[in-house]
């Protein structure tokens, strides 16, 4: 009875840690726009080092973990690690880009869709079965999504809603990826991802150009804020049901164009607002439906 006890104790108490993990990245994470709009470099040089900084970080935080076999850490990866690594650089620097181009409350609204395209790449790849409930899901966050593009034509950044629907298309493509090769490690990936990241920026990036300022932010974004809540949440999900991860996630999302608005009075504009309340409670409603139903969500990041 006492060994019962004191596993339901120890299950409980590893939730919560796991809980307070997800929600520590998605707080880094949201720290992104921010961190954004105060470096005044051209946005591939910030790919560049961004890239760059949180590769170092996440080799030093591989090889501590693996203790002398990060090589073959990598080499496990396969085609698979290289796909979903891919699938990563195109988000990451999506990301970066699209900031440069529409509020940050677009960007991080439109990425949030990641779970739903991943839903429709599931069914359209793998055959997986999606159930009416996820398809009305999806119509009302793509009208959601039609609010704030018809908004952003408006003001002549619809590049910047397109850059950011990529970005959910780059992680919903890492998810896809995870459900059909299990075994494929999430950090390892991401730090191959940031090494292509680099490769990349390096043709279109004017690295030694950056003033010192602007060089500390962007190392500051990708070994603080990409790295850091990459670990936190590798480390996160594993701890809790994937349905609260994702809602615990959408942290990221909701927190975001606040400090932007805090800091720098952004104004997303109504239809933004409108179309991302829309896409928000999309998301929440579904997610905790599928809480209540015992049915895991993947996580977004």
């Not at 991860?245 to 608005?261: Q, T």
Request: aromatic share 8%; hydrophobic share 55%.
């Amino acid at each position: 009875m006492t060994t019962a006890v004191q596993q339901a104790t120890h299950a409980a108490a590893s939730h919560r840690l796991g809980l307070l993990l997800v929600a520590g990245a998605a707080t880094v994470w949201s720290a992104g726009g921010p961190i954004a709009r105060l470096i005044h470099a051209d946005p591939w040089t910030v790919v560049f080092w961004r890239s760059v900084s949180a590769a170092c970080a996440l080799l030093v935080f591989i090889a501590v973990r693996e203790r002398g076999r990060m090589i073959t850490t990598f080499r496990r990866l396969g085609w698979p690690g290289i796909i979903m690594a891919l699938c990563f650089v195109m988000g990451s620097t999506s990301y970066i880009l699209a900031l440069q181009l529409t509020t940050v409350a677009n960007v991080l609204i439109l990425q949030s869709t990641a779970p739903f395209i991943a839903g429709i790449l599931g069914w359209l790849i793998m055959g997986e079965r999606v159930r009416p409930r996820s398809w009305l899901t999806m119509a009302a966050a793509l009208v959601g999504i039609v609010i704030m593009v018809q908004d952003s034509l408006s003001r002549g950044s619809l590049l910047g809603s397109l850059l950011s629907l990529l970005i959910g298309l780059g992680f919903a493509g890492a998810i896809v990826t995870t459900r059909r090769h299990q075994d494929v490690q999430m950090t390892p990936a991401t730090c191959l991802a940031t090494i292509f990241g680099a490769l990349v920026a390096t043709p279109f990036a004017t690295p030694f150009a950056i003033a010192p300022d602007d060089l500390m932010l962007c190392l500051l974004f990708g070994a603080g804020q990409l790295s850091v809540g990459l670990i936190l949440f590798s480390y996160g999900a594993r701890l809790a049901p994937a349905a609260e991860v994702g809602i615990v996630s959408v942290l990221e999302n909701i927190l975001g164009p606040v400090w932007v608005w805090l800091a720098f009075g952004e104004d997303p504009g109504d239809a933004v607002i409108l179309g991302g309340f829309i896409v928000l409670a999309a998301l929440v409603v579904h997610t905790l439906l599928d809480l209540r139903g015992g049915r895991p969500v993947p996580p977004v990041a």
